[in-house]
């Protein structure tokens, strides 16, 4: 077997294979049941106390960020590649009833990733700068007992080493791929100047581009955690809102197609065969690890990621802020990554693009479809000034959490070392290929989910307890 072949396999098999699969399940129907699909009856609650306090006054202290910050912060790293370049590869290679298990999982991950922020705020503390810190190595620390510390400092290790792959090279090099496109879109020649070097062959433009992330990103991480906050509070409503709008439109063109998009998305969940006229090789199980992985990439509900952000929060109620973990899912999976499918569904079924089922796809195949009704140029323009938002402002947010997973377990001293080397790999990741790089950061993904989703099962009965707490007062004040 070649190297790109044995990756490919821990992937599919080992890293997502079902253990972690019936984990990310499971979990999310436990504390679905346990809270009384909390997600679903208090989702009203939720949305009055998230987006429905986006103009709230409220100020942080030294060290913290406002609730909205913390959100913002969490949406700026789920919010990535993953919502345009992993949904429409999991259409791609899982077929359409990709996005169904992808909707499904979300659904369970909005409680999964609520009590990921409980913890989170519970169990949080106060480092050498007086920052909060948290997430899953201070709830496994802190909840758990010194006997689970190994747990916290694998999930530390896994979480830094990851930050390389899902939050730095896969981001940096789609900002530079849907450049260089939108540079040749308008009559540029940015193929006509290369380089080899890293074991790659690219574009001046690639490496322009990756020095210029660099830069910022390192100015962003000079600022500290209050300057995290306040690039992400800006940059999360506006590249939404972008994209959003250019999806509807788009949409609201092809609107005659969304009745056979549905039957191919439910038909294609059960009998892929059936949904897209018997491509060879995709399955039931094929749809289901695609919809579910590529979802959970996009949305990180049991990976662990978001906690460290939410821990940062001023909020000091627990559950008050764990109701950010559900409109994050909300808003990434449900509302964005279903735009994008259909966008690329709708597409197919109006004839504009050519999906080529059971293999890969990225970012240009949404673009392609954009073109049908925006045009070719306008609708690279589109995807890059998209992708290259959602792509830096995931950047920036990993950049913290990687941080704070190595001050874990080096300190402060190896949180500086990791910085550096987090800045330098942005450089190296807009121009080195990345066939391997996605399968080693998904790879990585849900090995650190393990420790992340065992500790949630092992600190549930504070979850729950927190829960009812909150709820049983506030029925007392209103009654």
């Given amino acids: 077997m070649t190297f790109s072949e044995i990756i490919s396999f821990i992937d599919g098999e080992i890293a997502w294979g079902p253990v972690l699969l019936?984990?990310?399940?499971?979990?999310?129907?436990?504390?679905?049941?346990?809270?009384?699909?909390?997600?679903?009856?208090?989702f009203g609650f939720v949305m009055k106390n998230t987006i429905g306090k986006v103009f709230s006054s409220k100020k942080a202290e030294k060290g913290e960020l406002t609730p909205w910050q913390s959100v913002t912060t969490a949406l700026a790293a789920t919010v990535g590649t993953g919502?345009?370049?992993?949904?429409?590869?999991?259409?791609?290679?899982?077929?359409?009833?990709?996005?169904?298990?992808?909707?499904?999982?979300?659904?369970?991950?909005?409680?999964?990733?609520?009590?990921?922020?409980v913890l989170a705020v519970r169990y949080r503390e106060r480092n050498a700068r007086g920052e909060r810190v948290g997430g899953p190595m201070y709830y496994i620390r802190n909840g758990l007992g010194s006997k689970w510390k190994w747990m916290a400092v694998l999930f530390a290790l896994l979480g830094g080493l990851a930050s390389f792959g899902i939050g730095n090279?896969?981001?940096?090099?789609?900002?530079?791929?849907?450049?260089?496109?939108?540079?040749?879109?308008?009559?540029?020649?940015?193929?006509?100047?290369?380089?080899?070097?890293?074991?790659?062959?690219f574009t001046v433009a690639?490496?322009?581009?990756?020095?210029?992330?660099?830069?910022?990103?390192?100015?962003?991480?000079?600022?500290g955690l209050k300057a995290v906050g306040n690039v992400t509070e800006k940059l999360v409503p506006v590249m939404s809102v972008i994209y959003i709008i250019s999806a509807l439109v788009f949409i609201g063109f092809n609107f005659t197609h969304i009745g056979s998009v549905f039957a191919m998305?439910?038909?294609?969940?059960?009998?892929?065969?059936?949904?897209?006229?018997?491509?060879?090789?995709?399955?039931?199980?094929?749809?289901?690890?695609k919809g579910v992985s590529r979802g959970c990439f996009s949305n990180?509900?049991?990976?662990?990621?978001?906690?460290?952000?939410?821990?940062?929060?001023?909020?000091?109620?627990?559950?008050?802020?764990?109701?950010?973990?559900?409109?994050?899912?909300?808003?990434?999976?449900?509302?964005?990554?279903?735009?994008?499918?259909?966008?690329?569904?709708?597409?197919?079924?109006?004839g504009i693009i050519n999906i080529s089922w059971g293999s890969g796809a990225d970012g240009t195949l949404v673009a392609a479809s954009l073109g049908g009704v925006f045009g070719d140029k306008i609708s690279v323009l589109i995807i890059a000034v998209c992708l290259s938002l959602f792509a830096l402002s995931t950047i920036i947010s990993w950049s913290l959490y990687g941080a704070r997973c190595f001050e874990f377990f080096a300190g402060e001293k190896g949180a500086k070392v990791y910085r550096v080397i987090f800045v330098f790999v942005i450089i190296i990741g807009a121009v080195m290929s990345l066939d391997d790089v996605w399968n080693i950061a998904s790879i990585l993904n849900g090995f650190m989910a393990l420790p992340n989703l065992v500790a949630l099962l092992l600190l549930s009965p504070v979850v729950i307890k927190l829960t009812k707490e909150f709820f049983a007062k506030k029925k007392e004040q209103k009654d």
């Fill in 83 to 117: 919502n345009i370049a992993g949904v429409t590869g999991a259409i791609a290679i899982g077929g359409p009833g990709a996005v169904f298990w992808m909707w499904v999982s979300a659904l369970l991950g909005m409680v999964t990733k609520y009590a990921e922020v």
């Fill in 300 to 350: 990180e509900a049991g990976l662990g990621s978001a906690p460290i952000a939410h821990a940062s929060t001023s909020e000091p109620d627990p559950v008050r802020q764990g109701v950010y973990g559900i409109f994050e899912v909300f808003v990434d999976t449900i509302v964005i990554c279903t735009l994008t499918s259909l966008v690329v569904l709708c597409g197919q079924n109006a």
């Fill in 22 to 42: 019936v984990l990310l399940f499971g979990v999310g129907l436990y504390f679905s049941f346990r809270t009384g699909f909390l997600q679903f009856r208090r």
């Fill in 206 to 223: 690639a490496l322009i581009v990756g020095i210029l992330v660099a830069l910022l990103v390192a100015l962003v991480i000079l600022g």
């Fill in 265 to 289: 998305i439910f038909k294609g969940a059960f009998n892929p065969q059936a949904a897209i006229g018997g491509a060879a090789g995709i399955t039931i199980m094929t749809a289901m690890q």
């Fill in 169 to 201: 090279a896969t981001q940096v090099n789609s900002i530079a791929s849907s450049i260089t496109n939108a540079i040749d879109a308008f009559g540029g020649n940015t193929g006509g100047a290369t380089i080899t070097a890293f074991g790659s062959t």
